[in-house]
């Protein structure tokens, strides 16, 4: 079936450092990539999202590109905030199942003043 | 604003007991899901909605049901409460594979 494989974390920068969290998956097909973000205490919120190859997803100063050649999405920002102190999950959803996400195990992100 | 709700945030439970966890959006969407999150394991599907009286197993259906009687609504039960079900659980939506699901703020079950 479909997986996510996602760097395992915690992973621990100083502010202004620059992130990258490495997302594989092995869907075949046309998979929908979406990276989510998760405050302590509350629900997934997508972060950015990419629908076909060669797609860069951009918010909030992260990018993400959909490599279809590596079937990589890899999360990336250049100068992180204490604010960015989160767990980030990778996540793709393929065009048999409308809508159904498979995701990875999510990546606990510390950033420290 | 459109939203997707839960209830009750937190529920401490016997095992053995049968829980409902409820799960309300208006967004007005057709796909509706219950995921669990564990240490370890990320996100599961534990079941799943494609409209009004369709259902599906994720893939840890065991010792859980969904209905689905209108648009709006996916509760979730847990037939007979066991430890192993101790979680948070967070319903989604979504409105087709291009786009995003919306997550509730989740449920934090402990059954004792």
């Known amino acids: 079936g479909d997986s996510v494989t996602q760097m395992e974390g915690p992973v621990t920068l100083s502010e202004e450092a620059f992130l990258t969290i490495n997302c594989t998956h092995t869907?075949?097909?046309?998979?929908?990539l979406f990276w989510y973000v998760q405050y302590p205490g509350e629900g997934l919120q997508l972060l950015l999202k990419?629908?076909?190859?060669?797609d860069k997803g951009s918010n909030k100063g992260f990018e993400a590109t959909y490599r279809k050649e590596t079937t990589s999405f890899h999360l990336e920002k250049g100068s992180v905030q204490v604010s960015d102190s989160a767990v980030y999950f990778c996540a793709l959803s393929v065009n048999t199942n409308a809508g159904k996400s498979t995701f990875g195990d999510g990546t606990t992100l510390t950033v420290k003043p | 604003d459109a939203e997707i709700t839960q209830s009750p945030r937190h529920k401490i439970t016997e095992t053995g007991r049968q829980v409902t966890l409820a799960c309300h959006q208006t967004w007005n969407h057709n796909n509706m899901f219950w995921y669990r999150q564990d240490l370890g394991h990320g996100l599961r599907l534990i079941h799943y909605?494609?409209?009004?009286?369709?259902?599906n197993k994720g893939e840890v259906s065991d010792g859980y049901s969904v209905s689905r009687s209108n648009t709006e609504d996916l509760p979730l039960t847990l037939e007979s409460a066991a430890s192993s079900q101790t979680s948070v659980y967070f319903c989604?939506?979504?409105?087709?594979?291009?786009?995003?699901?919306?997550f509730g703020q989740g449920t934090r079950l402990t059954v004792v």
């Open positions: 869907a075949t097909g046309y998979p929908s």
């Open positions: 990419a629908t076909k190859a060669d």
């Open positions: 909605s494609y409209g009004v009286q369709d259902t």
């Open positions: 989604a939506s979504s409105e087709s594979r291009y786009t995003e699901a919306f």
